[in-house]
């Protein structure tokens, strides 16, 4: 059995359409919703997102960023046999979005599921490839975060459709000797289950209750700034190291004061946080590997570096995996 994953491969998709706050604002205008760039930027930090034009879906994305994450590691695609996909934005309600992007990789033959744990989806994800390769004796693992949350959007509530972005971000995990992933955590709250939510369902041939995303941005802020630093110290206890040794801190994506705010109280100098959600908005389960591949690629993590990845949301959900490169 291994002793260790290790992240030997990330990648990314976006779709196409870039929109940015004044483009979204003037859209917004024309329905008689106000907001601002000025607001969405000082509340936020988001600047522009992605969003998927008709026709494109979770699948599609999600096997973009895995084919691109499979190219990073030098890997083909048959060598997997354990495909993790987090979403709450699946194409169907199933097969799962990991069958339909094994098929589109042609990875058949491996394990394939869906995690279903909202914007901390790909962290739990992690952790359970993680505990899957060093408990159940898989080699080599897709782990993919995949999400157009722009359909479950209300494009009639300012209060959240200006947060919210698509993309998919996606990492290779091998079997090896050497960390690897060095600590993980996982919770959940479900009594928090109301703050944010998507609370339709299908039945009988329609769609009941509603069937959009609704957010108490108040009350998610609070929780995530409290459990995103008790979790970090989890693992970072776990490893017997100290934030001092964080040489990058990933947290979710979803507002550029939470990530201050959870640097800040960990103590993590400012420039050793990677941000993204200027670029991307929130994309929920996508964030933390999509900002993962930006500072792969743009050669701020190296080999060694310990790397925090933090995610939080729904559910209400919450977790922390420490990686070394
Ligand atoms: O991905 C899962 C995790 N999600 C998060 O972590 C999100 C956490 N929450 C947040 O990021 C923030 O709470 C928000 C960005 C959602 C909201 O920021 P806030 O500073 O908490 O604003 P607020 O909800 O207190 O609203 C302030 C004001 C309100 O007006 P009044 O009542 O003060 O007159 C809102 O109606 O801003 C108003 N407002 C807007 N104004 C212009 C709300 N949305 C908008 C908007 N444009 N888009």
Redesign the pocket.
């Given at each position: 059995m291994a002793r260790f994953a290790r992240i030997i491969g990330t990648g990314a998709a976006l779709p196409e359409r870039v929109v940015t706050n004044v483009e979204l604002?003037r859209e917004?205008a024309k329905r008689g919703?106000?907001?601002?760039d000025e607001?969405?930027v000082t509340?936020?930090g988001i600047r522009q997102r992605y969003l998927a034009e008709p026709g494109l879906t979770t699948t599609a994305l999600g096997a973009r960023a895995a084919r691109a994450a499979l190219a990073d590691a030098g890997c083909d695609a048959a060598s997997i046999d354990l495909l993790v996909v987090a979403t709450s934005t699946p194409d169907q309600i199933f097969p799962s979005t990991a069958c339909l992007i094994q098929a589109q990789l042609g990875a058949v033959g491996s394990a394939a599921f869906d995690v279903q744990a909202?914007?901390s989806g790909f962290v739990y994800g992690l952790a359970v490839a993680d505990a899957m390769m060093r408990g159940g004796g898989y080699r080599r693992a897709l782990v993919i975060g995949a999400e157009i949350f722009s359909r479950i959007l209300d494009w009639n509530d300012?209060?959240?459709?200006?947060?919210?972005g698509d993309g998919a971000g996606a990492v290779v995990l091998e079997a090896a000797e050497r960390p690897g992933v060095l600590a993980a955590r996982l919770h959940a709250d479900g009594t928090q289950a109301q703050i944010?939510c998507t609370g339709g369902r299908v039945e009988g041939g329609r769609v009941t209750g509603d069937p959009f995303l609704r957010?108490d941005?108040?009350a998610?802020?609070k929780l995530?700034v409290n459990v995103l630093d008790s979790s970090a110290q989890e693992v970072l206890a776990d490893a017997g190291l100290t934030a001092q040794q964080v040489d990058w801190l990933i947290p979710?994506q979803?507002?550029v004061?939470?990530l201050n705010a959870t640097a800040k109280r960990l103590g993590v100098p400012p420039q050793r946080l990677v941000v993204t959600v200027d670029r991307h908005g929130?994309t929920?389960a996508a964030?933390v590997p999509l900002a993962l591949d930006v500072a792969r690629r743009d050669g701020r993590i190296r080999p060694g570096h310990n790397v925090l990845l933090q995610g939080?949301?729904?559910g209400f959900t919450w977790g922390s995996v420490l990686v070394r490169f």
């Amino acid at each position: 059995m291994a002793r260790f994953a290790r992240i030997i491969g990330t990648g990314a998709a976006l779709p196409e359409r870039v929109v940015t706050n004044v483009e979204l604002a003037r859209e917004l205008a024309k329905r008689g919703i106000e907001t601002s760039d000025e607001w969405i930027v000082t509340r936020t930090g988001i600047r522009q997102r992605y969003l998927a034009e008709p026709g494109l879906t979770t699948t599609a994305l999600g096997a973009r960023a895995a084919r691109a994450a499979l190219a990073d590691a030098g890997c083909d695609a048959a060598s997997i046999d354990l495909l993790v996909v987090a979403t709450s934005t699946p194409d169907q309600i199933f097969p799962s979005t990991a069958c339909l992007i094994q098929a589109q990789l042609g990875a058949v033959g491996s394990a394939a599921f869906d995690v279903q744990a909202v914007c901390s989806g790909f962290v739990y994800g992690l952790a359970v490839a993680d505990a899957m390769m060093r408990g159940g004796g898989y080699r080599r693992a897709l782990v993919i975060g995949a999400e157009i949350f722009s359909r479950i959007l209300d494009w009639n509530d300012r209060t959240t459709c200006v947060l919210f972005g698509d993309g998919a971000g996606a990492v290779v995990l091998e079997a090896a000797e050497r960390p690897g992933v060095l600590a993980a955590r996982l919770h959940a709250d479900g009594t928090q289950a109301q703050i944010l939510c998507t609370g339709g369902r299908v039945e009988g041939g329609r769609v009941t209750g509603d069937p959009f995303l609704r957010m108490d941005g108040q009350a998610v802020f609070k929780l995530a700034v409290n459990v995103l630093d008790s979790s970090a110290q989890e693992v970072l206890a776990d490893a017997g190291l100290t934030a001092q040794q964080v040489d990058w801190l990933i947290p979710h994506q979803a507002n550029v004061r939470i990530l201050n705010a959870t640097a800040k109280r960990l103590g993590v100098p400012p420039q050793r946080l990677v941000v993204t959600v200027d670029r991307h908005g929130n994309t929920s389960a996508a964030s933390v590997p999509l900002a993962l591949d930006v500072a792969r690629r743009d050669g701020r993590i190296r080999p060694g570096h310990n790397v925090l990845l933090q995610g939080v949301g729904g559910g209400f959900t919450w977790g922390s995996v420490l990686v070394r490169f």
